[in-house]
């Protein structure tokens, strides 16, 4: 029976080879848990599917296809999604697992608080594109220029869209964890986010023009809270910079010493 891979310590000297086997085997156990997760999601797919389907309107929640494979690679491929939702609590663990050894303990159990954190504020993004940004965006869309068009909706495109609207939705909820972390590490400082607030903005407008859908409504809804978890984050930033101010400084200094 294949044991799982022990976890290094702070401090802990390893060679090469048993770093890579370490990140093998963190991979496979992964992989495993996307696998386990596909398993369930592909099962339920209809269920999933359905859940898709609510923004639609009565009359159009069969969406059509136009090609034979075109039913089995949108099942594929909104399953998939739903299964790295699912595994990305397993995933983040076994990402911190893999990078814990370069933290002192100090800062591994606030690292540990980020990954729940981020499991949670995933959660929020895709609730948030399935409750309020989808149901805005769908309605708009097909009724937009209604007396010059039949709107029938193709399952392939409309399924790739709604998935990829949640899961790229859940992603983007993340900024204030990245954020976050990197004023943990010293990368960066709440002063500097203030002092470049214009272009943190120019990006997360950037991060929501990038998401799916290319109207101005569905653009929009999904851009305004990136735009206030941005500014939330710098806030949350200055708060916690107070209270890591000792950790913050002996890691910048120790990366100065490092340089020099």
């Known amino acids: 029976m294949a044991r799982l891979p022990r976890r290094l310590q702070h401090g802990d ?6 770093h890579l086997d370490e990140l093998r085997s963190r991979l496979v156990i992964s992989l495993v848990a996307v696998a386990a997760a596909f398993t369930v999601t592909w099962i339920f797919r209809k269920t ?6 609510r923004p639609l309107p009565a009359d159009k929640k069969e969406p059509v296809t136009f090609n034979p494979l075109e039913a089995f690679s949108t099942s594929f491929k909104v399953a998939f999604l739903a299964a790295l939702a699912i595994a990305l609590p397993v995933l983040l663990w076994q990402l911190w697992n893999f990078l814990a050894p370069a933290f002192e303990k100090t800062s591994q159990s606030v690292v540990v608080r980020l990954v729940f954190a981020a499991t949670l504020l995933f959660a929020g993004g895709a609730s948030f594109a399935y409750w309020v940004a989808l149901p805005a965006a769908i309605p708009f869309l097909l009724d937009f220029d209604s007396d010059l068009y039949r709107n029938e909706i193709r399952a392939g495109p409309y399924y790739s869209f709604a998935a990829t609207s949640i899961f790229g939705m859940g992603i983007l909820f993340e900024l204030p964890v990245v954020i976050l972390g990197l004023v943990r590490l010293g990368i960066t400082s709440s002063a ?10 120019g990006l997360c407008i950037i991060a929501g023009v990038l998401l799916p859908g290319v ?3 569905s653009t929009a809804v ?14 949350v930033a200055v708060f916690f910079e107070r209270r890591w101010a000792d950790q913050i400084a002996a890691r910048r200094e120790a990366f100065a010493s490092t340089e020099n």
């Open 13 to 18: 000297e390893v060679t090469l080879i048993e």
């Open 48 to 53: 999933i599917i359905g859940w898709l389907n």
């Open 192 to 201: 500097q986010l203030r002092r470049n607030r214009r272009i943190g903005i």
């Open 215 to 217: 109207d101005f409504v």
């Open 222 to 235: 999904q851009t305004i809270p990136i735009l206030l978890l941005f500014e939330l984050s710098i806030w």
